[in-house]
Protein backbone atom coordinates (compact mmCIF):
# COMPACT_ATOMS: atom_id res chain seq x y z
CA UNK A 1 0.00 0.00 0.00
CA UNK A 2 2.68 2.17 0.80
CA UNK A 3 3.15 6.13 2.83
CA UNK A 4 0.56 8.09 1.51
CA UNK A 5 1.66 11.85 1.02
CA UNK A 6 1.69 14.09 4.18
CA UNK A 7 -1.77 15.31 4.28
CA UNK A 8 -3.24 12.32 3.55
CA UNK A 9 -0.59 10.51 6.26
CA UNK A 10 -2.08 12.66 8.86
CA UNK A 11 -5.56 12.15 8.16
CA UNK A 12 -5.09 7.91 8.66
CA UNK A 13 -3.17 9.20 11.97
CA UNK A 14 -6.31 10.74 12.80
CA UNK A 15 -8.25 8.40 11.96
CA UNK A 16 -7.21 5.64 13.93
CA UNK A 17 -4.52 3.80 11.82
CA UNK A 18 -0.44 3.61 12.97
CA UNK A 19 2.06 3.31 10.23
CA UNK A 20 4.54 0.38 10.29
CA UNK A 21 7.49 1.10 7.54
CA UNK A 22 9.07 -2.30 7.99
CA UNK A 23 5.99 -3.57 6.05
CA UNK A 24 4.90 -0.13 4.42
CA UNK A 25 1.08 -1.03 5.93
CA UNK A 26 -1.14 1.45 7.47
CA UNK A 27 -2.63 -0.80 10.56
CA UNK A 28 -5.89 -0.04 12.56
CA UNK A 29 -4.93 1.15 15.76
CA UNK A 30 -7.70 3.23 17.53
CA UNK A 31 -10.45 4.52 17.34
CA UNK A 32 -10.63 7.93 14.94
CA UNK A 33 -10.62 11.13 16.98
CA UNK A 34 -13.77 12.41 15.31
CA UNK A 35 -15.90 9.43 16.97
CA UNK A 36 -14.03 10.02 20.24
CA UNK A 37 -15.31 13.71 19.79
CA UNK A 38 -18.96 13.08 18.96
CA UNK A 39 -19.38 10.82 21.72
CA UNK A 40 -17.96 13.79 24.15
CA UNK A 41 -20.12 16.45 22.50
CA UNK A 42 -23.07 13.91 23.15
CA UNK A 43 -22.24 13.52 26.71
CA UNK A 44 -21.86 17.02 27.23
CA UNK A 45 -25.30 18.00 26.46
CA UNK A 46 -26.53 14.97 28.38
CA UNK A 47 -24.54 16.79 31.45
CA UNK A 48 -22.06 14.72 31.88
CA UNK A 49 -18.11 15.55 32.37
CA UNK A 50 -15.95 14.02 30.48
CA UNK A 51 -12.43 12.84 31.95
CA UNK A 52 -9.45 11.16 31.63
CA UNK A 53 -8.82 11.32 35.67
CA UNK A 54 -10.23 11.97 38.70
CA UNK A 55 -8.58 15.36 39.06
CA UNK A 56 -10.22 16.77 35.46
CA UNK A 57 -13.38 15.06 36.22
CA UNK A 58 -13.17 17.19 39.82
CA UNK A 59 -12.31 20.25 38.07
CA UNK A 60 -14.77 19.77 34.92
CA UNK A 61 -17.90 19.42 37.19
CA UNK A 62 -17.22 22.59 39.15
CA UNK A 63 -16.76 24.23 35.73
CA UNK A 64 -20.25 22.99 34.32
CA UNK A 65 -22.21 22.84 37.84
CA UNK A 66 -20.62 26.93 37.59
CA UNK A 67 -22.16 27.46 33.83
CA UNK A 68 -25.73 25.56 34.74
CA UNK A 69 -25.93 27.52 37.83
CA UNK A 70 -25.47 30.91 35.99
CA UNK A 71 -27.37 29.76 33.08
CA UNK A 72 -30.09 28.93 35.07
CA UNK A 73 -30.17 32.24 37.23
CA UNK A 74 -30.48 34.26 33.86
CA UNK A 75 -33.50 32.40 33.01
CA UNK A 76 -35.33 32.86 36.14
CA UNK A 77 -34.10 36.53 35.97
CA UNK A 78 -35.54 36.88 32.95
CA UNK A 79 -38.98 35.34 34.20
CA UNK A 80 -38.95 37.92 36.44
CA UNK A 81 -38.09 35.70 39.30
CA UNK A 82 -36.28 36.24 42.54
CA UNK A 83 -32.90 34.83 41.98
CA UNK A 84 -30.76 34.35 45.23
CA UNK A 85 -27.31 35.46 44.60
CA UNK A 86 -24.27 33.42 45.95
CA UNK A 87 -22.69 34.38 49.51
CA UNK A 88 -25.57 36.73 49.99
CA UNK A 89 -26.48 34.72 53.93
CA UNK A 90 -29.59 36.99 54.55
CA UNK A 91 -31.80 34.63 52.64
CA UNK A 92 -30.67 31.35 53.92
CA UNK A 93 -33.81 29.00 54.90
CA UNK A 94 -33.71 28.18 58.45
CA UNK A 95 -34.60 24.37 59.43
CA UNK A 96 -38.36 24.03 59.77
CA UNK A 97 -39.01 24.22 64.10
CA UNK A 98 -39.50 20.08 65.08
CA UNK A 99 -43.05 20.95 66.35
CA UNK A 100 -44.33 20.95 62.96
CA UNK A 101 -42.08 17.21 62.32
CA UNK A 102 -44.04 16.19 65.16
CA UNK A 103 -47.48 17.08 63.74
CA UNK A 104 -46.64 15.80 60.83
CA UNK A 105 -45.68 12.36 62.40
CA UNK A 106 -49.45 12.87 64.46
CA UNK A 107 -51.08 12.51 60.87
CA UNK A 108 -49.15 9.95 59.71
CA UNK A 109 -50.20 7.83 62.41
CA UNK A 110 -54.03 8.34 62.44
CA UNK A 111 -54.29 6.49 59.67
CA UNK A 112 -52.64 3.36 60.56
CA UNK A 113 -54.45 3.81 63.78
CA UNK A 114 -57.99 3.69 61.63
CA UNK A 115 -56.33 0.89 59.40
CA UNK A 116 -55.54 -1.21 62.66
CA UNK A 117 -58.90 -0.63 64.04
CA UNK A 118 -60.62 -1.50 61.12
CA UNK A 119 -58.64 -4.74 61.12
CA UNK A 120 -59.25 -5.94 64.74
CA UNK A 121 -63.30 -4.93 64.08
CA UNK A 122 -63.21 -7.24 60.84
CA UNK A 123 -61.42 -10.17 62.93
CA UNK A 124 -63.50 -9.99 65.61
CA UNK A 125 -66.39 -10.57 63.68
CA UNK A 126 -65.10 -13.37 61.58
CA UNK A 127 -64.63 -15.29 64.91
CA UNK A 128 -68.31 -14.95 65.95
CA UNK A 129 -69.28 -15.90 62.50
CA UNK A 130 -67.24 -19.09 62.47
CA UNK A 131 -68.85 -19.53 66.51
CA UNK A 132 -72.43 -19.36 65.30
CA UNK A 133 -71.32 -21.87 62.56
Given at each position: ????????????????????????????????TW????????????????????????????????????????????E??????????????????????????????????????????????????????
Amino acid sequence: MGKFNDRTHDLMMQGGFRYDSKKDKYFQHSEPTWDKQKRIEKGKKQLAVPASSVKEFLEGEVKMVDALLARVREKAKAEGKKVKEEGDPSEDEAPPPKKAKKAEADEEEAPKKEKKEKKEKKAKREAEEEEEE
